[in-house]
């Protein structure tokens, strides 16, 4: 092979990160859906392998998707329909073309049955598996027209698409719940043999079976794929049934064919938008085949994937199992059965045969153990001593070992663990498995005085001989100056505390500079005298909940090896005037920048940009009053393309306050410039605004679609708390000139948001003891700003009742509000806010009903408003720890109805008072009726009854 097609079949495979080295520099094996070659000699092959695989990437100009009106392209949420479809397309060739797996591609290609194939996939309404039959196919699991589809929906959808065609017949089987059933796969594919063969043109002798298309869905982890899976996802590429897998990145899918021996994958990426084109009439195929596959690494592989298989033959599918069997460790991604271990399970119970909780099948073992940690696990079995189970639990638990190293994935945490669960764990797990576990998670906080208990009886070096991981929340000074002087092979270290200031500055300049197995730190605010001028540091990441711009500055500067920064909280202090002289005095190894700005001006940001050379990793997110220039095209056009070369995410996310019409004006052409400028749509980043009237202001939230990162975003992100550079500003900081010491309940009204800006810039009142709270908003205001304006003015841990008054309150306030409150268990509506009620009790912030469900013991509604019967229904769902509850109700039924409901389920309940809103009800109802309905509903327990005709309410104790 001479020089030349070497470096062009080389070239086809690029590298998704930094290092440019083509197959040619390497002398590896590679292995394409279940051919292995040898680089570099074997490249002309693998060319032509990879050249001949069908590519189907985003199209634009293609008939309207669902009507005149409907999408004429799919840029931007079609890449896992076009995953799909390349998979596909690579079965129907194996299955339908003489040559199968070997078929090769050349231009001009006059086989009919090639050209038949391609035409059920090209982008016309009646073609088999073609856009518009995909997403059609997808309003059935829910998806509309133009949302993006994750690995099991297009499963599914190619599924119900393949039962429908009758030319080229085919089954799939999707694989739920990671098991494989192989009494289900044999009823469906083998056929009677009076039908006729249903493969074309096919030698085989064997013809009593539909050809099988095998679809596996998998969660290989929680944010990245377990190393455990790697060698099992390099073992399927090497069989010969194999049809690679489609995942990638969240939003952002690829078709995976193979991968290279130094654990990179090689992929086909259908984020390139071509013309449409009617392959039919013109004979012109070229653009259905990529001279480009792409590589990245393992580790840039989201865990979320559907792996499949192509069984054309009985005989297949038996070798395919027989592998799988043979191969595959005592933990694999999936589950190989006979049978279904439920209908199993399902039919002893059914026969009343006794089944002991050690016979349940391993599937189900693995399954309950799967939504409960290990310390929970452990507790649960304690007593139960048998030896399947326990082998369970060690293989579900401890992993293997290897020699004198453990592999585990035993992570303790004794943060949230009850006294009784947390001896447990001090006395039957530390002591038998402490050098096994590599995470351990300590705190002082639901039950203080935790980590010097642990302390006095363990040490972290000799006895947590390979702990990885250590997260410490709220330690006291002594305890984290033990423990950071005790740790000796810790790689990662979280310390959460509200009292950063008060740690002696050398403990954490320990961590920083003297540990040199500590390449990951999580801080919860970062001061600027952590800094050591004179020392070198080995972290190479780094997160931070709060700091400030000098402080920003100052990592940038001393942190030579940090490739990875996330601040939750960049503020600026006072009085900074901005230079761009020795800002940055070293090189930035910095790849991934995560950013959450609170008023800091573009020009302090954009000093910097260009010192980010080696950044592939974007995410800004901010709140600023006069932010134009951060929603300005034309500026981050710039940014990118000068300084960021190797960007690969951009994340972005903008809040703008109080805009005019003149400020509208200014704005839309930039805003219309980042819809259509063709800068943007190349990345495949489109971008949403979305205004919102207050009386007479206008605010703007700006930001990047999709946007994954929600938490990161400030409108549904975590708490903004500033804090000041030096231990001297924050201890004034909590004595102030108007402290109101013996202020108990507090009446908070908030008009806009210029004035909690004003308060915060004076600081000019401190309420350190209110218990009782009430909030009163004369318009909306932003989240985030509020959040940070009664942090500021208020002891927030002191407060038990809150009370929300007036007519503006927001779930998103009202989130941010329960997020600080953690000793609140006493919430009370005085106005009238039924539709904040409805989003609450029906789920619509997920996080703010858990928290309140947690929380509340005692619940008002108070206000002018009634509530139907349905809502006090759904408030004794969601809120069973309830011990009082008050409400308006508008009928006599739904109080005769409701109140006993409420009696019968709510088992710590002790008092209610309902009001009737009807006053016709005053005269309708006795004491003795109330009692002759509770005995109606079988509630026989004492009860003391006071009705008031007076305000036609009723008070009920339990």
Same mark, same amino acid.
């Given at each position: 092979m001479n020089s030349a097609a070497l470096s062009f079949a080389a070239s086809m495979f690029e590298r998704n990160d930094t290092d440019n080295n083509t197959l040619s520099d390497i002398d590896a094996e590679i292995c394409i859906l279940g051919v292995t070659y040898k680089t570099p000699n074997d490249m002309h092959a693998i060319t032509d392998d990879a050249l001949s695989r069908f590519w189907f990437t985003y199209r634009n100009g293609f008939a309207p998707i669902g009507g005149p009106s409907g999408p004429t392209r799919d840029t931007g949420w079609g890449c896992m329909m076009r995953c799909g479809q390349m998979m596909f397309a690579e079965a129907y060739l194996r299955f339908f073309l003489p040559a199968g797996r070997y078929f090769r591609w050349r231009s001009k290609i006059t086989d009919p049955i090639y050209w038949e194939i391609l035409n059920m996939f090209i982008d016309k309404r009646h073609s088999s598996y073609s856009i518009h039959q995909i997403v059609q196919m997808g309003d059935s699991e829910g998806k509309s027209v133009g949302?993006?589809? =994750?690995?099991? /929906?297009?499963? &599914?959808?190619?599924?119900? *698409?393949?039962?429908?065609?009758?030319? #080229?017949?085919?089954?799939?089987?999707?694989?739920?719940?990671? !098991?494989? *059933?192989?009494?289900?796969?044999?009823? +469906?594919?083998?056929?009677?043999? $009076?039908?006729?063969?249903? *493969?074309? #043109?096919?030698?085989? !002798?064997? /013809?009593?079976? #539909?050809?099988?298309?095998?679809?596996?869905?998998?969660? +290989? =982890? +929680?944010?990245?794929? $377990?190393?455990?899976?790697?060698?099992? *996802? #390099?073992l399927c590429f090497r069989l010969p049934q194999t049809l690679g897998f489609i995942g990638g990145k969240p939003n952002h899918a690829h078709y995976f064919i193979g991968y290279l021996e130094s654990d990179e994958l090689l992929y086909l990426d259908p984020h390139v938008t071509q013309p449409h084109i009617d392959a039919m009439n013109s004979f012109d195929d070229s653009s259905y085949h990529c001279d480009k596959v792409n590589r990245m690494k393992f580790s840039g592989l989201d865990p979320s994937l559907a792996l499949a298989f192509a069984c054309k033959t009985e005989n297949e599918f038996d070798d395919l199992i027989s592998k799988l069997r043979q191969y595959l460790p005592v933990r694999p991604m999936f589950e190989i059965c006979e049978t279904n271990p439920f209908d199993v399970l399902a039919q002893k119970m059914g026969d009343h045969e006794e089944m002991k909780l050690e016979d349940l099948p391993g599937e189900i073992w693995f399954l309950i153990l799967s939504y409960v940690s290990p310390l929970e696990a452990f507790y649960a079995f304690k007593k139960i001593k048998n030896t399947r189970i326990n082998s369970i639990m060690t293989e579900m638990y401890l992993i293997r070992q290897v020699g004198d190293n453990y592999s585990s994935i035993l992570n303790l945490s004794l943060a949230h663990a009850s006294l009784s669960m947390y001896n447990f764990a001090m006395s039957d797990i530390i002591p038998y498995y402490s050098h096994m576990i590599h995470e351990l998670i300590l705190s002082n906080r639901q039950t203080p005085g935790e980590i010097n208990d642990f302390l006095q009886k363990y040490s972290l070096t000799h006895d947590f001989t390979y702990l990885s991981c250590l997260r410490l929340i709220e330690p006291s000074p002594i305890e984290l100056n033990i423990i950071v002087n005790d740790i000796q092979n810790v790689k990662m270290i979280d310390i959460q505390s509200k009292y950063m200031h008060s740690y002696d500055v050398n403990t954490i300049q320990t961590i920083l500079y003297s540990k040199p197995t500590i390449d990951y730190c999580c801080l919860s605010q970062f001061h600027q005298n952590f800094i050591s001028k004179d020392s070198y540091s080995f972290i190479q990441s780094l997160k931070i909940d709060s700091c400030d711009y000098l402080c920003f500055l100052s990592i940038l500067n001393h942190f030579c090896l940090l490739e990875k920064l996330s601040i939750n909280t960049l503020s600026m202090p006072r009085n900074v005037i901005l230079s761009s002289n020795n800002l940055i005095e070293n090189p930035l190894l910095i790849k991934d920048l995560k950013l959450r700005a609170f008023s800091i001006r573009f020009d302090y940001l954009l000093v910097l940009f260009p010192f980010f050379e080696n950044i592939q990793r974007f995410s800004l997110s901010l709140v600023c009053d006069e932010g134009f220039d951060y929603v300005n095209s034309d500026k981050w056009q710039m940014i990118i393309s000068n300084y960021w070369p190797l960007l690969t995410k951009f994340q972005f996310y903008s809040e703008l306050w109080y805009l005019t019409s003149v400020d509208l004006d200014e704005l839309y052409p930039h805003l219309l410039s980042f819809k259509n400028d063709s800068f943007w749509i190349e990345r495949q980043i489109g971008f949403v605004a979305d205004f919102y009237q207050d009386k007479n202001d206008l605010h703007l939230i700006f930001y990047s679609n999709p946007y994954p990162d929600e938490k990161f975003s400030n409108q549904w992100g975590h708490s903004i708390d500033i804090v000041s550079t030096s231990k001297d500003n924050i201890n004034s900081s909590l004595v102030i000139e108007n402290t109101y010491e013996h202020v108990s309940r507090l009446l908070l009204t908030v008009y806009d948001n210029k004035q909690m800006r004003y308060e915060l810039d004076k600081i000019s009142r401190y309420f350190p003891n209110v218990d009782t709270l009430t909030v009163r908003f004369e318009q909306h205001a932003s989240s985030a700003l509020f959040r940070l304006y009664i942090e500021k003015i208020i002891n927030l841990d002191h407060i038990k009742h809150l009370v929300l008054d007036g007519k503006c309150h927001t779930m998103a306030t009202l989130y941010e509000l329960i997020l600080c409150l953690s000793n609140m268990n006493?919430? /009370?509506? /005085? $106005?009238?806010?039924?539709?904040?009620?409805?989003?609450?009790? &029906? =789920?619509?912030?997920?996080?703010?009903l858990l928290l309140l469900r947690q929380r509340l013991q005692y619940f008002n509604l108070l206000y002018d408003g009634v509530m139907s019967y349905d809502t006090v229904e759904a408030i004794r769902y969601n809120f069973p720890h309830l011990k009082t509850f008050s409400a308006c109700l508008p009928h006599f039924e739904d109080f005769r109805d409701a109140i006993p409901a409420f009696m019968q389920h709510m088992k710590l309940l002790q008092y209610l008072h309902i009001g009737l809103e009807c006053d016709n009800d005053k005269k309708n109802f006795t004491t003795q009726d109330m009692y002759d309905w509770f005995r109606r509903h079988n509630i026989l327990h004492e009860i003391k009854l006071s009705i008031d005709t007076y305000t036609n309410s009723i008070h009920i104790w339990l």
């Open positions: 949302q993006w589809f =994750g690995p099991n /929906t297009i499963a &599914q959808v190619l599924r119900r *698409i393949a039962s429908n065609e009758f030319e #080229k017949q085919i089954h799939v089987h999707v694989a739920m719940d990671n !098991t494989l *059933i192989l009494d289900e796969i044999r009823k +469906l594919c083998q056929i009677s043999s $009076n039908i006729p063969n249903l *493969i074309k #043109k096919s030698n085989d !002798t064997q /013809t009593l079976w #539909k050809p099988l298309v095998i679809i596996i869905p998998l969660r +290989l =982890g +929680l944010n990245d794929v $377990n190393v455990e899976y790697i060698d099992q *996802i #390099k006493k919430l /009370t509506i /005085t $106005n009238n806010q039924r539709i904040l009620v409805k989003q609450l009790i &029906q =789920g619509r912030n997920e996080r703010l």
